[in-house]
């Protein structure tokens, strides 16, 4: 697979998971805010090919990705359910990506493996 290839698709089960966000990300969990994001615990890990830039980084045996959604996708609906998504891969590039490999959502559904 490569970042930024259009509709690449991934099957797995969604799990939303609370982080810490800003400002200090975990190092100060006192006053931390939280971000809850729905990560994909893929059927089968998946390896990305490093890209052009140098924040597209070579990726192997990626078990779990993030899932952003781009279009209002309501993913709590789809919590501990299995899903097929398809997107455009893009590597972590902050402290808000909790994955190294993300997905931009273009579409998703349920899956029956």
Not at 31 to 46: F, G, H, K, V, W
Not at 92 to 109: C, F, N, Q
Request: glycine share 10%; hydrophobic share 30%; charged share 20%.
């Amino acid at each position: 697979m490569h970042y930024g290839e259009p509709d690449v698709t991934v099957t797995g089960k969604v799990h939303l998971h609370t982080f810490y966000g800003p400002p200090g990300y975990g190092e100060t969990p006192r006053i931390d805010r939280r971000e809850t994001q729905a990560l994909l615990t893929l059927s089968s890990p998946l390896c990305v090919e490093a890209g052009g830039a140098d924040d597209e980084p070579e990726e192997h045996g990626q078990a779990r990705i993030t899932l952003v959604p781009l279009h209002g996708e309501n993913l709590k609906a789809y919590q501990a359910k299995s899903i097929s998504v398809s997107g455009h891969l893009f590597h972590a590039i902050s402290g808000h990506h909790h994955t190294p490999v993300l997905i931009e959502i273009t579409s998703v559904a349920p899956y029956s493996p």
